[in-house]
């Protein structure tokens, strides 16, 4: 515990110290398992177009790492890896480890009063450890988001509810056991079947703290069902797992504009720490400052056309780009340059107009 704290210190100096501030309400964070959302439920939101980022996660149960990419603006896939520290593989505590894939569709309204809806298949061609589906809607209002969702699988815990859509047909509430394979494939029969849960939860940002966002949800999972079991429970697993809160409440904390790193309080009784860290088309990482031209009017006793082709020359010499030919005429000038400074043609071409400009219109020619 003293550990944990001592990092999420560390990690608030950081964030206190950068000035680079932009609008972290509207922007979406990863739950520790490396989806957009809360803690550990899933939001209705995802990231911005053109995104990828890692999340590992670590709490006393297991291991997780997830990359998760952001191809469209309504979809999110993600691929992760789960290595538990209770269950057992070949005999020993520690050793398992299991992979899987989660899919996220969402649609956000155009109108800032109506909230995002998705759909997920978390897990969906995975060996069914973490395996479960959901409905979920997000709304966003001045200062927090707001999340509800019903979900079916592995969200199905203690507080399970029949299935809604069982008035379609009988067997929507049943849920087949087992798996007619050991992974790698999607099991059709089972999505959106048996038993429901109801999630969701709260992501409120603080004011005045540069970003940080207190997080707080209910949590539908029975960890003894949810994560697990591989080949077998291990002599640790039933104190592991033991939940007594269905309430998780975590700070999530920005790091710069790369991401955002959470310490959570979950199933009341343990720490989890998580960092979900890449990049994101929605920021841009070239710095681009104004082209502000060095300028100087020529002293000649030149005049008329002469005395403009020598001060264009001069003045584009000042800023490193040099004149090979030169026409002007009554509405307009042609040039010829060159720029060794300067790779991108379209942004010497630019600026060579700028000058050009202003020492036309400082000459007398409009």
């Given at each position: 515990?003293?550990?944990?704290?001592?990092?999420?210190?560390?990690?608030?100096?950081?964030?206190?110290?950068?000035d680079?501030?932009?609008?972290?309400?509207?922007?979406?964070t990863?739950n520790?398992?490396?989806?957009t959302?809360l803690?550990?439920?899933?939001?209705?939101?995802?990231?911005?177009?053109?995104?990828?980022?890692?999340?590992?996660?670590k709490?006393?149960?297991?291991?997780?790492?997830?990359?998760?990419?952001?191809?469209?603006?309504?979809?999110?896939?993600?691929?992760?890896?789960?290595?538990?520290?209770?269950?057992?593989?070949?005999?020993?505590?520690?050793?398992?480890?299991?992979?899987?894939?989660?899919?996220?569709?969402?649609?956000?309204?155009?109108?800032?009063?109506?909230?995002?809806?998705?759909?997920g298949?978390?897990?969906?061609a995975?060996?069914?450890?973490?395996?479960?589906?959901?409905?979920?809607?997000?709304?966003?209002?001045?200062?927090?988001k707001?999340?509800?969702?019903?979900?079916?699988?592995?969200?199905?815990?203690?507080?399970?509810?029949?299935?809604?859509?069982?008035?379609?047909?009988?067997?929507?509430?049943?849920r087949?056991?087992?798996?007619?394979?050991?992974?790698?494939?999607?099991?059709y029969?089972?999505?959106?079947?048996?038993?429901?849960?109801?999630?969701?939860?709260?992501?409120?940002s603080?004011?005045?703290?540069?970003?940080?966002?207190?997080?707080?949800?209910?949590?539908?999972?029975?960890?003894?069902?949810?994560?697990?079991?591989?080949?077998?429970?291990?002599?640790?697993?039933?104190?592991?797992?033991?939940?007594?809160?269905?309430?998780?409440?975590?700070?999530?904390i920005p790091?710069?504009?790369?991401?955002?790193?959470?310490?959570?309080?979950?199933?009341?009784n343990?720490?989890?720490?998580?960092?979900?860290v890449?990049?994101?088309?929605s920021?841009?990482?070239?710095?681009?400052?104004?082209?502000n031209?060095?300028?100087?009017?020529?002293t000649?006793?030149?005049?008329?056309?002469?005395?403009?082709?020598?001060?264009?020359?001069?003045?584009?010499n000042?800023?490193?780009?040099?004149?090979?030919?030169?026409?002007?005429?009554?509405k307009?000038?042609?040039i010829?340059?060159?720029?060794?400074?300067?790779?991108?043609?379209?942004?010497?071409?630019?600026?060579?107009?700028?000058?050009?400009k202003?020492?036309?219109?400082?000459?007398?020619?409009?």
């Amino acid at each position: 515990m003293k550990r944990y704290l001592l990092f999420l210190i560390f990690l608030l100096s950081i964030n206190l110290k950068s000035d680079n501030y932009f609008d972290f309400h509207k922007s979406s964070t990863y739950n520790s398992l490396g989806q957009t959302g809360l803690i550990y439920v899933p939001s209705a939101e995802v990231n911005s177009e053109k995104s990828i980022f890692f999340t590992f996660n670590k709490n006393e149960i297991w291991k997780l790492g997830t990359l998760t990419a952001t191809p469209f603006s309504w979809l999110e896939a993600s691929y992760l890896y789960y290595r538990p520290d209770d269950l057992l593989w070949g005999g020993a505590e520690g050793l398992y480890l299991d992979k899987g894939f989660n899919v996220k569709f969402s649609y956000k309204p155009k109108q800032r009063n109506l909230p995002a809806i998705a759909i997920g298949l978390d897990d969906f061609a995975g060996t069914g450890q973490f395996t479960r589906e959901y409905l979920a809607s997000t709304l966003n209002t001045k200062n927090s988001k707001i999340t509800f969702g019903i979900g079916w699988g592995k969200y199905a815990g203690n507080n399970s509810i029949e299935n809604p859509f069982a008035f379609i047909s009988e067997k929507i509430k049943i849920r087949p056991t087992g798996f007619s394979n050991f992974g790698g494939s999607p099991e059709y029969n089972k999505w959106f079947r048996g038993d429901a849960a109801i999630f969701g939860g709260v992501e409120w940002s603080i004011p005045n703290s540069k970003g940080l966002k207190l997080k707080v949800e209910l949590d539908p999972y029975d960890y003894n069902k949810f994560s697990c079991c591989g080949e077998g429970r291990g002599l640790r697993t039933d104190n592991l797992r033991k939940k007594e809160s269905d309430i998780n409440v975590g700070l999530s904390i920005p790091l710069r504009d790369w991401g955002n790193a959470e310490l959570s309080f979950i199933k009341g009784n343990t720490i989890s720490l998580s960092f979900s860290v890449g990049i994101s088309s929605s920021n841009n990482r070239v710095k681009r400052s104004n082209f502000n031209p060095k300028q100087q009017k020529v002293t000649s006793n030149a005049t008329g056309k002469d005395l403009f082709y020598r001060d264009l020359l001069h003045n584009l010499n000042l800023n490193n780009i040099y004149l090979q030919t030169a026409d002007l005429n009554k509405k307009s000038i042609s040039i010829t340059i060159d720029s060794p400074d300067l790779r991108n043609q379209i942004q010497s071409s630019s600026r060579a107009a700028v000058i050009a400009k202003d020492v036309a219109k400082n000459n007398g020619y409009k």
